[in-house]
T-cell receptor, first 109, second 116 residues
Framework: GQNIDQPTEMTATEGAIVQINCTYQTSGFNGLFWYQQHAGEAPTFLSYNVLDGLEEKGRFSSFLSRSKGYSYLLLKELQMKDSASYLCAVMDSNYQLIWGAGTKLIIKP | GAVVSQHPSWVICKSGTSVKIECRSLDFQATTMFWYRQFPKQSLMLMATSNEGSKATYEQGVEKDKFLINHASLTLSTLTVTSAHPEDSSFYIC????????????FGQGTRLTVV
């Protein structure tokens, strides 16, 4: 079966760095997405990785290792507004998005 | 990025009535639209995939007669929850994928449905 695993909840301090991991097992691979979702709102796109390596976009970076079925989202200089759920999703061979359950990130002052 | 508009953002209806939710791609043509349902503290659950001009493909366990999906044009898809019951109360989100872009999906704002 297809499976996406990510931690349920993480806590970090304002100004610090946090890494959210995602491991996956899917039928085929056409890229991995990270989305941010604030409570009561729809997800917003953060990043897309299809090749191995690190993609940096401002305070957010995303890493992919296809051979290990592993990705992480790195958030630097954390701000209170970064408190949200972070969803990992993999696009399978049919171009369908398989969603992880999301990681709730709590930022403390 | 591309804009997807979903309307209404919230709705309260009585049991037994029907509710229509619209999803529009404002500045691009969406060959495929997806309808998701999300319960509190849970991830997105794909309900159905619709391609313009053809019947929607429903995921296992989703009643097609209860959740009617119409994708009449490249910019509009609708989800109608028929004969709504309290257990249909949920957050419904649409997303759209544009022609030639099989990667990023753009999300509507979501609709919070409460059936009383």
């Amino acid at each position: 079966g297809q499976n996406i695993d990510q931690p349920t909840e993480m806590t970090a301090t304002e100004g610090a760095i946090v890494q959210i991991n995602c491991t996956y097992q899917t039928s085929g691979f056409n890229g991995l997405f990270w989305y941010q979702q604030h409570a009561g709102e729809a997800p917003t796109f953060l990043s897309y990785n299809v090749l191995d390596g690190l993609e940096e976009k401002g305070r957010f970076s995303s890493f992919l290792s296809r051979s290990k079925g592993y990705s992480y989202l790195l958030l630097k200089e954390l701000q209170m507004k970064d408190s949200a759920s972070y969803l990992c999703a993999v696009m399978d061979s049919n171009y369908q998005l398989i969603w992880g359950a999301g990681t709730k990130l709590i930022i403390k002052p | 990025g591309a804009v997807v508009s979903q309307h209404p953002s919230w709705v309260i209806c009585k049991s037994g009535t029907s509710v229509k939710i619209e999803c529009r791609s404002l500045d691009f043509q969406a060959t495929t639209m997806f309808w998701y349902r999300q319960f509190p503290k849970q991830s997105l659950m794909l309900m159905a995939t619709s391609n313009e001009g053809s019947k929607a493909t429903y995921e296992q366990g989703v009643e097609k007669d209860k959740f009617l999906i119409n994708h009449a044009s490249l910019t509009l898809s609708t989800l109608t929850v028929t004969s709504a019951h309290p257990e249909d109360s949920s957050f419904y989100i649409c997303s759209a994928r544009s022609v030639g872009r099989d990667t990023e999906a753009f999300f509507g704002q979501g609709t919070r449905l409460t059936v009383v």
